[in-house]
């Protein structure tokens, strides 16, 4: 556990139920002035905490992918607890459920995503009417790929690449999802993506750097 003290931390209660709220809703977005009255500290503290955590690797804090101010979020991050096992024993999650899957399987995939790349080309995306990517690889050179995150890839729902696709029509599409292994492009409504596994993951990585 982190040894809150070495960081000067000085509210052990608050910087605790800080990090309980981060893992109760990890992988959604992180509003600090809704967090601060129930852990009783400004807001302020709270991102000098979550400043922390990041650096000792607690969670990983996700920015948007954003290059038109109107329609786009812009500021505010996503944050994802280091470790699944803590986000289900925070969750008091005994044994896994289906709605459970497939946000965990979302960190799952952000860890892989984290072997293989750089931590800051890794985005999220969401506009203002609430369209979502899961994450946005944004390479230093060449096109965004827009990823999606499935636990079954037959329940795949691709609507929304279509905004982002809007935006950025040079963007990739990928669906990760945990019941494939090797690649393979599909179509939907004349919008090509590719659906893979992780095992694949690096080869596609390798070869969108290349293209």
């Known amino acids: 556990m982190l040894h809150y003290q070495l960081f ?5 209660h608050a910087f605790l139920k800080f990090l309980e709220l981060l893992w109760l809703q990890s992988g959604g977005l992180c509003e600090l002035s809704h967090l601060a009255t129930p852990c009783q500290v400004s807001r302020q503290t709270l991102a000098n905490y979550l400043d922390i955590l990041n650096a000792t690797g607690v969670i990983r804090i996700i920015r948007p992918f954003a290059q038109n101010p109107t329609r786009e979020i812009l500021a505010m991050p996503k944050v994802y607890a280091f470790d699944t096992g803590f986000v289900c024993h925070v969750r008091g999650l005994d044994s896994l459920r289906p709605d459970d899957m497939g946000p965990l399987w979302e960190h799952l995939v952000l860890d892989s995503l984290h072997f293989h790349l ?43 690449f279509k905004p982002f ?47």
């Not at 000067?8 to 052990?12: D, H, Q, T």
């Not at 690096?202 to 969108?208: D, G, N, Q, R, S």
């Open 165 to 211: 696709t809007n935006l950025y029509p040079n963007a990739a599409r990928w669906v990760i999802a945990a019941d494939r292994t090797s690649w393979i492009t599909r179509t939907h409504k004349s919008q090509p993506y590719i659906e893979t596994g992780l095992d694949s993951l690096h080869e596609l990585i390798i070869k969108h750097l290349e293209a």
């Open 118 to 160: 750089l931590p800051e080309e890794i985005h999220y995306w969401r506009d203002k009417q609430k369209h979502e990517i899961d994450f946005v690889w944004a390479p230093r050179k060449g096109p965004p790929v827009a990823i999606q995150c499935k636990w079954r890839a037959a329940a795949c729902d691709t609507a929304d």
């Open 8 to 12: 000067a931390v000085g509210k052990r």
